[in-house]
């Protein structure tokens, strides 16, 4: 049980850091298909088995080729119609499109 715990502890400050851009992850499942622990409960510990699983889970993940993915808002604006210049400026800058 204390391995376990160890490993999901791991996996929550994996995901919470990031690996790519420091931002926490979301959508990310991690399998675990075999583990072997040291006989000594000195190597057990969480000081042990929390670095080299979050080390294991960083490499799994940066070898599955990851990408980032921009997000996307749609948005509906209302103002005066003088505003209008306004609006298209800030979104040309912010890679904004519009939509009628």
Same mark, same amino acid.
């Given at each position: 049980?204390? $391995?376990?715990?160890?490993i999901? #502890? $791991?996996? !929550?400050?994996? @995901?919470?850091?990031g690996?790519? @851009?420091? #931002?926490? !992850? =979301? +959508? ?5 298909i075999? &583990?072997?622990? *040291? &006989?000594?409960?000195? *190597? =057990?510990?969480?000081n #042990?088995?929390?670095?080299? &699983? !979050?080390?294991? !889970?960083? +490499? $799994?993940?940066? %070898? ?7 997000? %996307?808002?749609?948005?509906?604006i209302?103002? &005066?119609? +003088? ?9 040309? =800058? =912010? #890679?904004?499109?519009v939509?009628?």
């Amino acid at each position: 049980q204390d $391995a376990k715990d160890n490993i999901i #502890s $791991a996996f !929550m400050q994996v @995901v919470s850091q990031g690996i790519l @851009v420091n #931002s926490p !992850m =979301r +959508g990310v499942c991690f399998e675990l298909i075999d &583990a072997k622990f *040291h &006989a000594d409960t000195v *190597h =057990r510990r969480p000081n #042990s088995v929390v670095p080299a &699983a !979050m080390k294991a !889970m960083r +490499g $799994a993940f940066l %070898m599955a080729d990851p990408i980032l993915v921009e997000p %996307m808002y749609q948005i509906d604006i209302c103002g &005066a119609p +003088g505003s209008l210049n306004a609006v298209y400026s800030i979104l040309g =800058r =912010r #890679s904004g499109i519009v939509v009628d």
